[in-house]
Nanobody
Framework: QVQLVESGGGLVQTGGSLRLSCAAS????????MGWYRQAPGKQRELVAS???????NYADSVKGRFTISRDNAKNTVYLQMNSLKPEDTAVYYC????????????????WGQGTQVTVSS
């Protein structure tokens, strides 16, 4: 029932910006931390940014100062504002959320979005 739907990926030039969105839908009791991961071809998936339910954030060193993660708890949505994009940012970006589905107890299950391609041309 619960799913994460991503949007906002695309092709941009170096120095450009994109804003990714990830909305959780379905019958949800609670959402804990949310985050964005990315995976480039031939590389492992890495954490880009995370945000707690209270709004505390963490970023990978490679994106600090350029990316901003935020969330709208009323909309069950997490965002990733990406500025000053570099070719090294090219990857498939996945959102993740720890969610307790409605009527499913008290355990937070990890949910993943479908992934959205971000390509930064040089």
């Amino acid at each position: 029932q619960v799913q994460l739907v991503e949007s906002g990926g695309g092709l941009v030039q170096t120095g450009g910006s994109l804003r990714l969105s990830c909305a959780a839908s379905g019958r949800i009791f609670s959402i804990n931390a949310m985050g964005w991961y990315r995976q480039a071809p031939g590389k492992q998936r890495e954490l880009v940014a995370s945000i707690t339910s209270g709004g505390s954030t963490n970023y990978a060193d490679s994106v600090k100062g350029r990316f901003t993660i935020s969330r709208d708890n009323a909309k069950n949505t997490v965002y990733l504002q990406m500025n000053s994009l570099k070719p090294e940012d090219t990857a498939v970006y996945y959102c993740k959320a720890k969610i307790i589905p409605a009527d499913s107890g008290t355990y937070y299950y990890p949910y993943w979005g479908q992934g959205t391609q971000v390509t930064v041309s040089s």
